[in-house]
């Protein structure tokens, strides 16, 4: 199986060998029912003085909710509730980093992100921007940010997006939908505990969970492929299958539809997404579709594309009697039509894996915006 570039640093000839990618991993994991409760331990020996706070980035749907009572905040820590109604913006990574920066004269001991991909990802965001000079703007690319983060853990609360694997954070930006994609980004400690997804709305559950899903299809059947990627996608799309499809209690579908989150993200680490992801960002650029509900009015149109895939996802919908809004595009003028379709014909790396380097004789303007017209 041949290795695609987007895992190969450079290949110089003969003499000197293919150099693959050294990626970052997330070096402490704990996993368990209740293992909120050990994050004060966790936090402990992580916490330079009584002078340097943690501070806790949490989505806000847990303002005056037990699990936000439950936080180990002491001395001078701080939570921060956060929306995650919009996707991360940069202006919003640089006034959390302006807060804390204007509220606290020390370097804080750490930041905890407590939430779902939103929160995760400003979470990763924020950390590399209090010691990283500038604008957050400046550094979504790849391998941008020069100075290690501040130590950051990242607590999921739902379940699907890999986020908490990943080393990027994807933001919106003045110019671009972009992750900060560097070694540096990775959490120094992730904490899952599949309790605090307990509250998740279904409809939530299932547009977050297909993101894992998709994040599966579109690794296992793009050009990018390798042994290593296949090796997560393949644990991820049975444990998918399991939870989307099978009876499960409920104890026993959170625990797995985290694990496939996780190795789902493992798996598109080492490899790529593909059509649902690039179609879904244009969707989210021009109308601020959020991710997981626009991968989902995407990939149900990708018949073409993942035969199999869409077909399975169809018989997940119907198990769980979900209807996806329709019209999201009909009112659409050219000027947005060829915004969004530039946007989505932008992203190289998930076209060429998903059909390979001549994906320009599939993917036209014309194809894009007939299938934006269904949605
Ligand atoms: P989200 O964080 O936007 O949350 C979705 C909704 O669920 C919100 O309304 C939130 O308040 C609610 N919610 C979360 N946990 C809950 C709980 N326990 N109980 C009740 N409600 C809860 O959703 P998401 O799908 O996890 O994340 C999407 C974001 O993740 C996007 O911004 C996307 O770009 C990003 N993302 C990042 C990566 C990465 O590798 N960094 C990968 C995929 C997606
Ligand atoms: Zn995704």
Known sequence: ??????????????????????FPMVPRV?????????????????????????????????????????????????????????????????????????EFSEEPSGIVGIGGGTLLDLSKAVAIM???????ANYQGWD???????????????????AEVSRTTVLLGPE????????FTTFDQVLLDPDVTKGVPKEQWFYTGMDCYIHCIESLTGTYLNAFSQSYGEKSLDLCKEVFLEDLNEEESR??????SWHGGMSIAYSQVGVAHAMSYGLSYLLGVKHGIGNCLVFQY????YPDGVALFYKM???????????????????????????????????????????????????????????
């Open 302 to 305: 990708l018949e073409e594309f």
């Open 144 to 162: 941008l940010v020069t100075k290690p983060a501040l130590y950051h853990v990242g607590i999921p609360t739902i379940s699907g997006t890999g």
């Open 1 to 22: 199986m041949e290795i695609k570039k987007e895992v190969r640093v450079k290949n110089s000839g003969r003499n000197n060998p293919v150099e693959y990618k050294n």
């Open 176 to 183: 671009k939908k972009l992750g900060i994609n560097s070694d």
């Open 30 to 102: 704990v996993f368990g029912k209740g293992s909120f409760a050990q994050l004060s331990k966790i936090l402990m020996p992580k916490r330079k003085h009584s002078e340097a706070p943690f501070i806790f980035l949490v989505d806000d749907v847990f303002e005056n909710q037990e699990l936000a009572a439950n936080i180990p905040c002491i001395f001078n820590d701080k939570i921060i509730f956060i929306s995650a109604e919009e996707e991360p913006k940069t202006h919003q990574v640089d006034a959390i980093v302006d807060l804390i920066r204007s």
């Open 130 to 136: 209090l010691t990283n000079e500038g604008g957050s």
């Open 317 to 375: 919908m119907d198990k769980h009697n979900i209807i996806l809004p329709t019209g999201i595009c009909k009112d659409l003028s050219d000027e947005q039509y060829s915004t969004m379709i530039k946007v989505a014909m932008g992203m190289t790396p998930l076209w060429e894996n998903a059909l390979g380097e001549n994906w320009r004789d599939t993917i036209t303007e014309q194809k894009l915006r007939s299938i934006y017209e269904k949605i």
């Open 255 to 260: 625990d797995k539809l985290m694990m496939a």
